[in-house]
Each structure stands twice: as C-alpha cells, then as structure tokens.
C-alpha cells in the first residue's frame, strides 16, 4: 500500500492525517464526517465556532460545496488555485455545521502542492485543514514541526519538506457587494483587486473567529521594529534572537542570536515561523524582527508579525 492509500484510508475512517500545503502543514480529516470534525477541533484544542478551510483538489469541484458563487471569486479560482488563496462562500446545504463554526459560509481552497493534490485527488471528497498546530501555536512549516507539536494525536503526517509560501493563504469573503481580504497571505491584495477589477477591502465587517492575535505567537516575546531601531533597542536587551532581511541585519549586539537572515521578503515568509519556533527552542526571552518593506508578501510577514508582537 502506498503512503497516499494509507493516508486516504485513515481519512475515510475518521482519523487525521497531517499533510503540506505551499502555505503550511494542514492537519486534515473528512470534511462531510461530523465526528471526525468533532476529533480534529478536539486534537487541535480549537473552539468548535472557528471555522476551518475546506481544501478540494481542483477548482470544478467549487460548486459541489457552495452555492450563488460570484462571477469575480470564479476568476479568482481560476487564475490562483491551485495556489495559496481561500475563497468564503456561501455554502451548499449538505456541508457540515462542524466545517464552518455554525456560520452559513465555507471557506474553501485548491492548495498547490503536489503531494496535497495527490491526496486530494486519491481521497475524491473535500479535506478540512487547519494548520497542523495546537491552537495558539505558530503554524508548522515543516512534518518534523507537526510531529513535535501533535505526537500521536495524528494517524499519519505526509512528509513533503518545507513549505515554499511559509504563511498562510491569502483568505476573501467572496459574499459581499466589495471583496474583502480577510487575511493578508500568499496572494497580495494587488493581485486580488487585478484579477477581480472591483473594490477591496481589507478586514472583516466582524473580526474572523481564528484572527485572533495570539495565533501567532511563539513562547518568546516578540518585538518589531523599522531598520535603524536595532542599536536603541540592543542597549536594555541583553539576549534575544534576531531575524530580519540580510540587508537589515549587521553589527548584531553581543549576547544575541542571529535566527535567519532571509534574503528577500519570499524567503522571509518561508523561514519566518521555523525561526520563531527555533527561538522557543533555544529558550530565548526575546525575539527581535526588522520589519520587511509593506509590498508584496511583506505584507503578510508583517501582519503575522505584528500580532506575534501584540499578544503579550
Ligand atoms: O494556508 C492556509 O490557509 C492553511 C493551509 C493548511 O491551507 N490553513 C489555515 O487554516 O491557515 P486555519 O484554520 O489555521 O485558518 C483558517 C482561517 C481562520 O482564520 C478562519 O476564521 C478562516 O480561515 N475561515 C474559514 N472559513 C471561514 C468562513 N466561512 N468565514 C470566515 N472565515 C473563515
Ligand atoms: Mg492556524
């Protein structure tokens, strides 16, 4: 039996199989089983009115999960899945309560990953994910970080190496008069406002259940600061772990660590939650970001760590 045969096999059974995306590991179970639903929010320790991301394996399978689907979220799918974006519908009558947090809406994404299509493709249904982390917890990037966070909670974890996004996908509430981006991720709101040719907007009318600050945060107390702040800030901080853009980071003060020095703000995203994790790791009290420039997935590495930052 192959890995993806027994990987579908656990599916089908109710149990849960960790999987990668291009964005971070999703920790997946049917998405029209009720109880395998009710497993996954326990393992994770997630709130049962959070919704959770139905990922499908390609995008002709939209309407078998929602209805009164807009002309701009059919171009959005179409010109980004598979890919890192998730599209809020309105939801076909038979999709679970357990899949949407009670709400009359689903979210919905075609992840671009190889080994996440095969599953998808092989298991035919649709997979609810959330990332493959405890709750509160940073995403994991890598399988070995889904191992040290869920243990043997999970049947299975497919391992298909790090992710290549690094933050989570790009999420729009496709039911509205205007597209609302309601999280800033691997697809920037530029993209969004072409391919739609309609007004954007960034933030939910209501806060998103699963927005929430400390979602992001690692053990370690998070600072954020512009280029230029590091030496005012090495003055009462004896030790911290240092992350930022090469061209960011030099003159690192003694005592502190230097966590990843990513060369652009892509590589930023994909090393961003392996460094806070590898912050935790080494017990470090502090970490310090410099900030990556407002543009592109900068954007989202700035969201993720600005609430990093807020939550203590
Ligand atoms: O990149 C990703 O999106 C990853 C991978 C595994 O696909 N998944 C992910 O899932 O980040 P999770 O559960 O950690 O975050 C899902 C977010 C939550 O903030 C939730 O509130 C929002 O999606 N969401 C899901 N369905 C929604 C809905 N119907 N209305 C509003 N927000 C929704
Ligand atoms: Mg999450």
Same mark, same amino acid.
């Given at each position: 039996m192959t890995e993806i045969e027994r990987a579908v096999e656990v599916l089908r059974a109710g149990g849960l199989v960790a999987f990668p995306t291009e964005t971070v590991y999703g920790l997946g179970a049917d998405a029209s089983n009720e109880a395998a639903l009710h497993r996954l929010y326990a393992v994770k320790g997630r709130p049962s009115d959070h919704p959770v991301i139905v990922h499908l394996g390609s995008a002709e399978m939209l309407d078998d999960w929602a209805v009164d689907v807009p002309d701009f979220a059919r171009a959005l799918a179409g010109d980004l899945w598979p890919g890192p974006l998730t599209l809020v519908l309105r939801r076909a009558d038979h999709v679970p309560d357990a899949a949407t947090g009670g709400l009359d809406t689903v979210g919905l994404r075609v992840p671009g990953h190889p080994l996440a299509?095969?599953?998808?493709? /092989?298991? $035919?249904?649709? *997979?609810a994910a959330p990332s493959a982390n405890r709750f509160g917890r940073v995403s994991p990037t890598t399988a070995d970080a889904v191992r040290s966070d869920l243990g043997d909670d999970v049947e299975l974890v497919l391992d298909g190496g790090p992710c290549t996004v690094g933050v989570?996908?790009?999420i729009v509430d496709c039911t509205g008069e205007?597209?609302?981006?309601?999280?800033?991720?691997?697809?920037?709101?530029?993209?969004?406002?072409?391919?739609?040719?309609?007004?954007?907007v960034i933030g939910g009318s209501t806060p998103a259940p699963g927005t929430l600050d400390a979602h992001y945060a690692p053990? /370690?107390? $998070?600072?954020? *600061?512009?280029?230029?702040?590091?030496?005012?800030?090495?003055?009462?901080?004896?030790?911290?772990?240092l992350l930022g853009l090469v061209g960011d980071v030099h003159d690192v003060p003694a005592g502190w660590v230097t966590l990843a020095t990513p060369a652009d703000s892509e590589d930023y995203a994909r090393v961003l939650y392996a460094a806070l994790r590898q912050a935790d790791a080494m017990g470090?009290?502090?970490?310090?970001a410099v900030l990556p420039p407002d543009e592109g997935i900068g954007v989202a590495v700035r969201d993720r760590l600005r609430r990093a930052a807020a939550s203590r």
């Amino acid at each position: 039996m192959t890995e993806i045969e027994r990987a579908v096999e656990v599916l089908r059974a109710g149990g849960l199989v960790a999987f990668p995306t291009e964005t971070v590991y999703g920790l997946g179970a049917d998405a029209s089983n009720e109880a395998a639903l009710h497993r996954l929010y326990a393992v994770k320790g997630r709130p049962s009115d959070h919704p959770v991301i139905v990922h499908l394996g390609s995008a002709e399978m939209l309407d078998d999960w929602a209805v009164d689907v807009p002309d701009f979220a059919r171009a959005l799918a179409g010109d980004l899945w598979p890919g890192p974006l998730t599209l809020v519908l309105r939801r076909a009558d038979h999709v679970p309560d357990a899949a949407t947090g009670g709400l009359d809406t689903v979210g919905l994404r075609v992840p671009g990953h190889p080994l996440a299509l095969e599953l998808l493709h /092989a298991f $035919v249904g649709g *997979i609810a994910a959330p990332s493959a982390n405890r709750f509160g917890r940073v995403s994991p990037t890598t399988a070995d970080a889904v191992r040290s966070d869920l243990g043997d909670d999970v049947e299975l974890v497919l391992d298909g190496g790090p992710c290549t996004v690094g933050v989570e996908s790009t999420i729009v509430d496709c039911t509205g008069e205007e597209v609302r981006i309601l999280r800033q991720g691997g697809v920037t709101t530029a993209v969004v406002a072409r391919i739609t040719g309609m007004q954007t907007v960034i933030g939910g009318s209501t806060p998103a259940p699963g927005t929430l600050d400390a979602h992001y945060a690692p053990d /370690a107390t $998070v600072r954020t *600061i512009a280029t230029g702040e590091l030496d005012a800030l090495a003055a009462d901080t004896p030790r911290a772990g240092l992350l930022g853009l090469v061209g960011d980071v030099h003159d690192v003060p003694a005592g502190w660590v230097t966590l990843a020095t990513p060369a652009d703000s892509e590589d930023y995203a994909r090393v961003l939650y392996a460094a806070l994790r590898q912050a935790d790791a080494m017990g470090l009290p502090v970490v310090v970001a410099v900030l990556p420039p407002d543009e592109g997935i900068g954007v989202a590495v700035r969201d993720r760590l600005r609430r990093a930052a807020a939550s203590r």
